[in-house]
């Protein structure tokens, strides 16, 4: 199964966030990054049972990488989809084989051929884990977040949060791994602590070189209620 240390790419893998952080740039629950990253214990009745995580391949237990990210968004999609994390780890299993990629959620090989396994299988194990839901979550949830992934030598590379339309990226090379305006490394949540604290956008765009769309995304992004 095709590993990816020997393809340079360790700053994708290298402890970034904590798991505080990745609740909240994927859009998850307090604690959820921790428990699918590194599994839990919970209690069944009298029994004591462990959870495994969604995928053991991970180099840093204690922190999470921007691999680690990317797998905890999809894996929250498809749950906001009803997919059971039992259901999560077997789709994951199986494309482990399939694809022949050790994280396989991740790749470009999934965005491009994964569609085939995902929904395509017939008779085997995949349909009878996806029930026949497969088309709809490929083609609502899955597809439309990999169309907002850059990719570099196979892995993931870059996320656009809000498309590729906007100017928000999260580039593991600027700003610690947090969300900027694109193009100038200036994090998003500067940009809004500073709009919190009175300052007129043009103002922000003046200080930190940037132009008025990147101040108006930077907004949208850290203040969508308030746009």
């Known amino acids: 199964m095709i590993g990816y240390r020997d393809q340079g790419y360790e700053r994708l893998m290298r402890p970034l966030y904590s798991f505080a952080e990745a609740d909240r740039l994927a859009g998850v629950t307090r604690g959820t990054s921790s428990r699918w990253l590194k599994g839990y214990r919970y209690w069944y009745t009298d029994e004591r049972r462990a959870a495994p995580p969604i995928t053991p391949e991970r180099n840093q237990p204690g922190a999470v990488s921007f691999i680690d990210l990317v797998e905890v968004i999809v894996t929250g999609k498809l ?6 994390l039992r259901r999560i780890r077997q789709i994951n299993e199986y494309c482990q084989l399939a694809l022949n990629r050790n994280r396989p959620l991740v790749t470009e090989t999934f965005k491009t051929d994964g ?10 194990f ?3 884990v996806l029930h026949g839901r497969g088309t709809q979550a490929w083609d609502e949830v899955l597809d439309p977040f990999l169309d907002t992934l850059d990719y570099e030598g196979e ?3 870059r996320w ?29 949540e500067i940009v809004a602590e500073r709009f919190r604290a009175g300052d007129a956008p043009e103002d922000i765009a003046y200080d930190f070189g940037l132009s ?11 203040l969508p209620d308030a746009a």
């Open 115 to 124: 569609r085939e396994v995902f929904v395509k299988a017939q008779g085997g």
């Open 212 to 222: 008025p769309a990147g101040v108006e995304a930077a907004l949208r992004y850290e």
């Open 155 to 157: 892995l993931a590379r």
């Open 126 to 128: 995949l349909l009878d």
């Open 160 to 188: 656009w949060p809000r498309g590729k339309a906007e100017p928000v990226v999260v580039d593991p090379d600027y700003g610690f791994g947090l969300p900027v305006v694109s193009g100038s490394g200036v994090r998003t």
């Open 79 to 84: 749950r906001q989809r009803g997919f059971s």
